[in-house]
Nanobody, 113 residues
Framework: QVQLVESGGGLVQPGRSLRLSCAVA????????MGWCRQAPGLQPELVAT???????DYADSVKGRFTISRDNAKNTVYLQMNLLKPEDTALYYC???????WGQGTQVTVSS
């Protein structure tokens, strides 16, 4: 059974940073492409970052240069480092398999002064 469990969300001021973690069970992050999606109220989910099985990252234009996706193969965990956060980054962030077959429960990120 595949489980993705996110943590690390919260309330943060604009310009600050947060790091999200996704502990994965039942799926190896070293051999499967993984990603992070976010969904703001009333909007469609947006895939903001992916990392291939070979470790190559890719980003949506909206977060490029501010967000970094990484993984720890030994811990079977995927991370999203988010810097220079903006109010428009406010959303529910989901850890996903890159083919979107598997989703975590989501962690809320709110950027507000």
């Amino acid at each position: 059974q595949v489980q993705l469990v996110e943590s690390g969300g919260g309330l943060v001021q604009p310009g600050r940073s947060l790091r999200l973690s996704c502990a994965v069970a039942g799926l190896s992050v070293s051999t499967n492409a993984m990603g992070w999606c976010r969904q703001a109220p009333g909007l469609q989910p947006e895939l903001v970052a992916t990392i291939t099985s070979g470790g190559r990252p890719d980003y949506a234009d909206s977060v490029k240069g501010r967000f970094t996706i990484s993984r720890d193969n030994a811990k079977n965990t995927v991370y999203l480092q988010m810097n220079l956060l903006k109010p428009e980054d406010t959303a529910l962030y989901y850890c996903v398999s890159a083919d979107r077959a598997y989703w975590g429960q989501g962690t809320q990120v709110t950027v507000s002064s």
